[in-house]
């Protein structure tokens, strides 16, 4: 059955450092999408990055990139230069081929960003 | 802004009672999803609509329904309430060809 994994409750960084938040995967298709979302306390839901399973090159967004490693299933984003703003739960998400993008979801990693 | 708009932003009701979610997809989205965040199960798809039809179901219970209009927004009803119920309601909008999901920024429900 297809599920995400996010094995980090909780995670702190320094202003201006890099993260990485993990994210492992499972699915036998072999078309499928990877998505990131933030969810600051406020509670939207915000679209941050996008990997399609053909995708060659790893994906990127400003301070965003998605590290892409397809042979051991992790799809993990990674945060340039952190920011106090960047304070809020991160979710991993997938579509599979055949689910009409209806999202699978991890439970989240709550990232604190200390100045 | 996702430029996907749900109201109300917050809803407090009780037990027993029906409350409607509403959402507007972005300009030119044909295709509304909807998913509940509740703390006990995370988040998760309920119901799929594409140009006014329904395209997919999750995990809806059969006390929810939703329903999309030709001007193409969509509303999730939800009756005899029930404190479980109690979860933050998401309304997401892709744009056609695209794998992309955009959100609105929920409606928290709350059951007393």
């Known amino acids: 059955a297809q599920k995400i994994t996010q094995t980090q409750p909780g995670m702190f960084v320094q202003e201006k450092e890099a993260v990485t938040l993990d994210c492992t995967y499972d699915?036998?298709?072999?078309?499928?999408?990877l998505f990131w979302y933030k969810q600051p306390s406020s509670g939207e839901m915000i679209f941050l990055i996008y990997?399609?399973?053909?995708d060659e090159q790893n994906a990127t967004e400003g301070r965003y990139s998605l590290n892409f490693q397809k042979a051991r299933k992790s799809a993990n984003l990674v945060i340039s230069a952190s920011q106090l703003g960047d304070s809020a739960m991160y979710f991993c998400?997938?579509?599979?081929?055949?689910?009409?993008?209806?999202?699978?979801w991890g439970l989240g990693t709550s990232l604190a960003v200390n100045p | 802004d996702s430029g996907v708009t749900q109201t109300p932003k917050h809803l407090i009701t009780a037990t027993g009672q029906r409350v409607t979610l509403r959402c507007s997809p972005r300009s030119g989205d044909l295709s509304v999803y909807w998913y509940q965040q509740s703390l006990d199960q995370g988040l998760q798809f309920l119901i799929q609509y594409y140009n006014g039809e329904e395209r997919a179901k999750g995990n809806i219970l059969e006390r929810f329904s939703a329903q999309q209009f030709p001007d193409l927004h969509s509303e999730l009803n939800l009756s005899s309430l029930e404190l479980g119920d109690s979860a933050l309601y998401f309304c997401?909008?892709?744009?056609?060809?695209?794998?992309?999901?955009?959100f609105g920024s929920g409606t928290q429900l709350s059951v007393l």
């Open positions: 998400a997938m579509t599979y081929a055949g689910n009409n993008r209806k999202l699978i």
């Open positions: 997401a909008s892709s744009p056609r060809g695209s794998e992309k999901l955009f």
């Open positions: 699915t036998s298709d072999q078309s499928y999408g």
């Open positions: 990997q399609g399973s053909y």
